[in-house]
């Protein structure tokens, strides 16, 4: 049996995890010899692979990135306006793949679903840090990236304190606010501001201003995609032939700047961009990376193709593919920690609440 990886999408700590443990599990259990594909659908374009051996995955099990390479863009149905799809099931074929375990996100999970026609074997293993994929209850590097952003709020609180200064923090997560909402949680944000929460700039100053007069610091959580009630004061409307605040960044300077506006504190902003994607995997991140890479495995094994791993009430199990092309998961209104954020006095930056 010849089976093929790759990593597609944007990378996320954890991904050579899932190689390590895809790539030892088929070893171990079923002498399979693996091939790794480069740089995500890019390899089977560019008609790029290398095998895999228990010798190529030793030691990078803590490793960020991914040993493979990945591509954010690389679409075999649509590269540089051709279809090359066909071409890239052919090499497939002759390189005698009998499946193939695609670790990525929503984009490249639509991809692999379509590949599938060509009668190889799709296996999908969910990864983001921003933890929206349906489906998943989790997605590892999701924890790493919360880690991450919990850690420059605890830095940044305490020069926030030093220097009786407002500070915002913008977290990655493109629409969705898991990772705002968790790291703004674990490291005592007094404001979160979410994409699905349309904020009110007004309200958010009164908090600030409150604090001014006692705690004289302000600790505000603002996620990448976080937007006004209205629809106003994006960074697309400040950035001339722009349509994507969240491809730009920068809503915290946004904020920033009508912040100072509106209160006599300094205020700073910190956009953590990318660092919340590199470095090593948390221990959680590794043992759910390796938990989907031996499932995936298992799937290969017992010819249940076309299927997702998932993580669904606490425990490992898949679901067909299809279900998850074309859709993201965010932060619903009635989730606990929303709750939990309010009954603290964290603010959500909406009008009329206190
Ligand atoms: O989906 C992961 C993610 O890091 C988002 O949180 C962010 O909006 C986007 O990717 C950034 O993409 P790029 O690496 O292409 O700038």
Known sequence: MRIGILTGGGDCPGLNAVIRAVTKALIKTCGAEVIGIEDGYLGLIEQRVRPLDLRAVAGILTRGGTILGTHNAANPFNWQGRDVSAQCAEFARSQGLQAIVVIGGDGTMAISHKFSQYGIGMVG?????????????????????????????????????????????????????????????????????????????????????????????????????????????????????SHDPVRLGGVANVLKLALEQRLTSEVRATILGHIQRGGTPTPFDRVLATQFGVHAAELVRAGQFNRLVVLREGRIASVPLADVAGGIRTVPLDHPLLTVARSIGVSLGVAGVP
């Open 125 to 241: 293993v969910p990864k983001t840090i921003d933890n929206d994929l349906l489906h998943t209850e989790r997605t590892f590097g999701f924890d790493t990236a919360v880690a991450v952003v919990a850690d420059a709020l605890d830095r940044l609180q305490t020069t926030a304190q030093s220097h009786h200064r407002v500070m915002l923090v913008e977290t990655m997560g493109r629409y969705a606010g898991w990772i705002a909402l968790e790291a703004g949680l674990a490291g005592g944000a007094d404001v979160i501001l979410l994409p699905e929460v349309p904020y009110d700039i007004d309200a958010i100053a009164e908090v600030c201003r409150r604090r001014e007069a006692r705690q004289r610091f302000t600790l505000i959580c603002v996620a990448e995609g976080a937007a006004p009630a209205g629809g106003s004061m994006t960074v697309a409307s400040t950035v001339e032939g």
